[in-house]
Structure formats: structure tokens, C-alpha cells
């Protein structure tokens, strides 16, 4: 295992999950997610979202070389991440309209849907652009 590419891996998803995340809920579509009932805390508690954020990167950067078996990396670490933030996106999307009473569902998974497709897209790049073979 290499614990330096583990390590940047981790770190890249964490801060560009935050670069995206945070203007995307708290800037540019907060009063949308407050309007429809995403939104139930006056002040959210963000070390709980980094955490969450830590967890997903440490994890998904560990599993990615036992995806990764060639081809173009930067690809191949997007389409990893689309695989598998399908289960990420599964809890908070689905199990989060589930929960709360947001409406409409339809619009609140249309912009989580957005949010977590650019995510994934950028966050599967860097990750295919750290794991790359060199040489």
C-alpha cells in the first residue's frame, strides 16, 4: 500500500468535496434547500460534515487500486467514483428525502443529484490523476 498516494488521495477528495460542497448548500443554493424543507438546522455542525467527508475519502482511496487495472486513469478514477458514490448518494439522497419532509422530493434529488455528479466527477479525476502508474 502506498500511503503517500493513500494519504494525497484522501486529503484531494476531502478538499475539493468542501470547495464544491460549500458554496453549492450554504451559497449559491441555500435558500432553495430551506424552501424546501432540506435545511433543519439554523447552524450546521460542520466538523461532523468534514468527518463524513474523511471517512468517504479515506475509504474510497483505499479501495480504488483494487479497482484500478488500467486503461486511462483519469477516466477509470471517475467511473470508480460514479460506482461507488452511487452508495454514498443512495444515503444522502434518497435515504435523506426519505427522512425529512422535504418538497418537493423531485427537486430536491434533481439538485443533490447535480451537487454529487459534479463531485464525483471531479473528485474520480484527481483520484485517477494520483493512482496513475508513472513511468
Do not use: C
Not at 435558500?31 to 479515506?58: F, N
Not at 486503461?71 to 477509470?76: C, R, S, T, Y
Amino acid at each position: 500500500m502506498d500511503v503517500k498516494k493513500l494519504s494525497l488521495a484522501s486529503l484531494s477528495y476531502v478538499v475539493l468535496s468542501m470547495a464544491i460542497a460549500f458554496p453549492w448548500h450554504m451559497v449559491w443554493f441555500h435558500d432553495v434547500y430551506v424552501k424546501m424543507g432540506a435545511v433543519t438546522r439554523v447552524e450546521p455542525i460542520i466538523p461532523l460534515g468534514l468527518l463524513s467527508m474523511v471517512i468517504q475519502g479515506a475509504v474510497l482511496s483505499y479501495l480504488y487500486p483494487f479497482y484500478f487495472r488500467g486503461g486511462n486513469p483519469i477516466f477509470q478514477g471517475i467511473k470508480f467514483m460514479l460506482i461507488a458514490g452511487l452508495l454514498i448518494y443512495s444515503v444522502m439522497g434518497f435515504a435523506t428525502a426519505a427522512k425529512m419532509d422535504i418538497n418537493p422530493v423531485s427537486t430536491f434529488l434533481a439538485y443533490h443529484t447535480a451537487f454529487q455528479l459534479i463531485q464525483f466527477v471531479v473528485t474520480g479525476a484527481a483520484l485517477g490523476f494520483i493512482y496513475r502508474k508513472k513511468g
